[in-house]
Structure formats: C-alpha cells, structure tokens
C-alpha cells in the first residue's frame, strides 16, 4: 500500500500543474494505472470586473454630497470606505454595491469598498462626492462645479 502511494505522489507531482484559473484533478484507481485527466475551470468570483470594467484607475462612484465628512479615525483600526455613493452607512461600505450590480434595471460597474487603516488617532475629512484622487480622502474635488451643480442644496 505504501509503495502504491508513493507511485501515485511521484505520478501526480510529475504530472500535474495547477494555475490560479484551472484546476486540474487526477484520478487514479487501484492498480495505480493513469486515468486521463479532467479539467475543471473554477467560475470566477461574482464581483470581479469583466473586460473594459476596469480602467487603469478604479471607477468614479455616484456623487453622495457636495461636502466631505469630518470624523475621528483610530490608528491602526480597518475601515471600509464606500466607492459606489449608494452606502446607506456614508461615507463607510455596508454592501449595498452587491445589490445594485445584480439587479438587471441598474447593471453598475462592479464596484469595491477602499479599505484603509490610518498611521495616527485624530479628525480626518473623508470624501463624500467619491470622485478624489487621494481616497479615502477629501483633496478638494467636490468644489469643481460639475460636482456642485449635481446635488442641489
């Protein structure tokens, strides 16, 4: 028995590669002779952008408000930072992304909450408009006038 399993780890480390989309599965029977092999393609995760999804930049979520949050982040505490404007928990991700991308009447582009820790306890300012360059962070965005003119007062 021992000599069979040794055959069979030398068979199948000589043989069989994995790569991070197939998996391949090898059977072997009894008498240790090779049956072909069978591949199995994993489905991608649900969230994972299809092709022309993604720029090089990550996309611009829905304008929430024409004025950042200030708050008082904990050092080394995770954050999730909301990047489609839909969280009802702003300007934090409660996964509300998941719901809108599925339903077919809104088919958004996939979106994903930024996760960031802060280097030091104190008062932030969080961008609310989702449109800043320095996310999670406010950099001054939202003062454009397109963005002001999105939401009224």
Same mark, same amino acid.
């Given at each position: 028995?021992?000599?069979?399993?040794?055959? =069979?780890?030398?068979?199948?480390?000589?043989?069989?590669? /994995?790569?991070?989309?197939? =998996?391949?599965?090898r059977c072997v029977?009894?008498?240790?002779?090779?049956? #072909? /092999?069978?591949?199995?393609?994993?489905?991608?995760?649900?969230?994972? #952008?299809?092709?022309?999804?993604?720029? =090089?930049?990550?996309?611009?979520?829905?304008?929430?408000? *024409? *004025? #950042?949050? *200030?708050?008082? /982040?904990?050092?080394?505490?995770?954050?999730?930072?909301?990047?489609?404007?839909?969280? $009802?928990?702003?300007?934090?991700?409660?996964?509300? $992304?998941?719901?809108?991308?599925?339903?077919?009447? $809104?088919?958004? =582009?996939?979106?994903? #909450?930024?996760?960031?820790?802060?280097?030091?306890?104190?008062?932030?300012?969080?961008?609310?408009?989702?449109?800043?360059?320095?996310?999670?962070?406010?950099?001054?965005? $939202?003062?454009?006038?397109?963005?002001?003119?999105?939401?009224?007062?």
């Amino acid at each position: 028995m021992a000599s069979q399993l040794r055959q =069979v780890g030398q068979i199948l480390t000589q043989r069989v590669r /994995l790569s991070c989309t197939t =998996v391949i599965t090898r059977c072997v029977s009894d008498d240790t002779s090779e049956q #072909p /092999l069978k591949e199995k393609k994993t489905k991608p995760h649900p969230e994972t #952008p299809g092709p022309g999804e993604y720029e =090089v930049d990550p996309p611009k979520g829905k304008i929430f408000d *024409k *004025k #950042p949050f *200030k708050m008082e /982040l904990e050092a080394g505490k995770k954050y999730a930072w909301c990047t489609c404007g839909r969280s $009802h928990r702003q300007p934090f991700c409660d996964g509300t $992304h998941k719901i809108h991308w599925q339903d077919p009447k $809104h088919r958004l =582009v996939k979106f994903h #909450p930024h996760r960031f820790t802060v280097d030091e306890s104190k008062d932030y300012w969080l961008c609310n408009c989702k449109q800043t360059e320095k996310r999670p962070f406010c950099d001054g965005t $939202h003062k454009r006038a397109d963005i002001q003119k999105s939401i009224r007062s």
